[in-house]
T-cell receptor, first 116, second 113 residues
Framework: GAGVSQSPSNKVTEKGKDVELRCDPI?????LYWYRQRLGQGLEFLIY????????KSGLPSDRFSAERTGESVSTLTIQRTQQEDSAVYLC??????????????FGPGTRLTVT | AQSVSQHNHHVILSEAASLELGCNYS??????LFWYVQYPGQHLQLLLK??????LVKGIKGFEAEFIKSKFSFNLRKPSVQWSDTAEYFC???????????FGGGTRVLVKP
């Protein structure tokens, strides 16, 4: 079946503009995660959804970042008033369950965001 | 807060050499452990995972990892690498009943033909 998909694959935006990044998880996966990978660094957790609710938003770096999920499917990560330090690859992952052996996370290809 | 350390940032080796990548984590409770790989131009893929049971875990493409609880380590090994193993490798941890993964900084492995 289809894996996790993300769009756009690349986004170049000017500083101060808002951007929306989209994630389509694997069908039937109840959990959805957003991570960020800055150049030369590991992945940083941003936010996690169980169904349509977000029990853990602890990784969002500022109030310019927000995310929502609808229909227990698609999720959108929004960054308002983008800054150059927001430049990174934004990765989405989904998993069948939240805990236990079912929580293996499957990653999408990422959206490369460049803020000029 | 839990953290994950990967000791080598870059590794260069020749085909047929053995590979071992170190991973240590800081969380003292029960954890799930993962190694992910990112081949050039591709997205992250799971190599292997440990949830419970035998601490020696075998994954895809001849990789294995050993969980040593007393050392808080989960080192990745492959006895004989191939050029196609050139990739970036990430160790990750989450709490047994948790959700988010905490990743190490990654190790770039270059295998010379």
């Amino acid at each position: 079946g289809a894996g996790v998909s993300q769009s756009p694959s690349n986004k170049v935006t000017e500083k101060g503009k808002d951007v929306e990044l989209r994630c389509d998880p694997i069908s039937g996966h109840t959990a959805l995660y957003w991570y960020r990978q800055r150049l030369g660094q590991g992945l940083e957790f941003l936010i996690y959804f169980q169904g349509n609710s977000a029990p853990d938003k602890s990784g969002l770096p500022s109030d310019r970042f927000s995310a929502e999920r609808t229909g227990e499917s698609v999720s959108t990560l929004t960054i308002q008033r983008t800054q150059q330090e927001d430049s990174a690859v934004y990765l989405c992952a989904s998993s069948l369950a939240v805990s236990g052996s079912g929580n293996e996370q499957y990653f999408g290809p990422g959206t490369r965001l460049t803020v000029t | 807060a839990q953290s994950v350390s990967q000791h080598n940032h870059h590794v260069i080796l020749s085909e047929a050499a053995s590979l071992e990548l170190g991973c240590n984590y800081s969380y003292g409770g029960t954890v799930n452990l993962f190694w992910y790989v990112q081949y050039p131009g591709q997205h992250l893929q799971l190599l292997l995972k440990y949830f419970s049971g035998d601490p020696l875990v075998k994954g895809i493409k001849g990789f294995e990892a050993e969980f040593i609880k007393s050392k808080f380590s989960f080192n990745l090994r492959k006895p004989s690498v191939q050029w196609s193993d050139t990739a970036e490798y990430f160790c990750a941890v989450n709490k047994a009943a948790g959700n988010k993964l905490t990743f190490g900084g990654g190790t770039r492995v270059l295998v010379k033909p």
